[in-house]
Nanobody
Framework: QVQLVESGGGLVQAGGSLRLSCAVS????????MGWFRQAPGKQRELVAS???????KYAVSVKDRFTISRDNTKNIVYLQMNSLKPEDTAVYYC?????????????WGQGTQVTVSS
């Protein structure tokens, strides 16, 4: 049973930074591409950043040059460094395994972590 535990969210002012973490257990973490998603109220969940097993990354246009995804295969953790945050980044953030970089998610979801950016 794969478990995903997201953490690091919170309330921050516009222009601030947060670092999210996603701890993965129960799977061969190093063999999977990973992604960070977000879901704002009334909107569909969207993929904002992904990283493959080799460390290549891909970003949504809305977060490019502000967010950085990384992974630590020794700790089974994927991170999302978020800088220059904007109110429109407010959402619940989730991580999941992907069918390749930028691909569809598969498996169960964690509980997510709330990010709120005030103006």
């Amino acid at each position: 049973q794969v478990q995903l535990v997201e953490s690091g969210g919170g309330l921050v002012q516009a222009g601030g930074s947060l670092r999210l973490s996603c701890a993965v257990s129960g799977s061969t973490f190093s063999l999977n591409a990973m992604g960070w998603f977000r879901q704002a109220p009334g909107k569909q969940r969207e993929l904002v950043a992904s990283i493959n097993t080799g460390g290549s990354t891909k970003y949504a246009v809305s977060v490019k040059d502000r967010f950085t995804i990384s992974r630590d295969n020794t700790k089974n953790i994927v991170y999302l460094q978020m800088n220059s945050l904007k109110p429109e980044d407010t959402a619940v953030y989730y991580c999941n395994r992907l069918v390749g970089i930028g691909g569809a998610p598969f498996g169960s979801w964690g509980q997510g972590t709330q990010v709120t950016v005030s103006s």
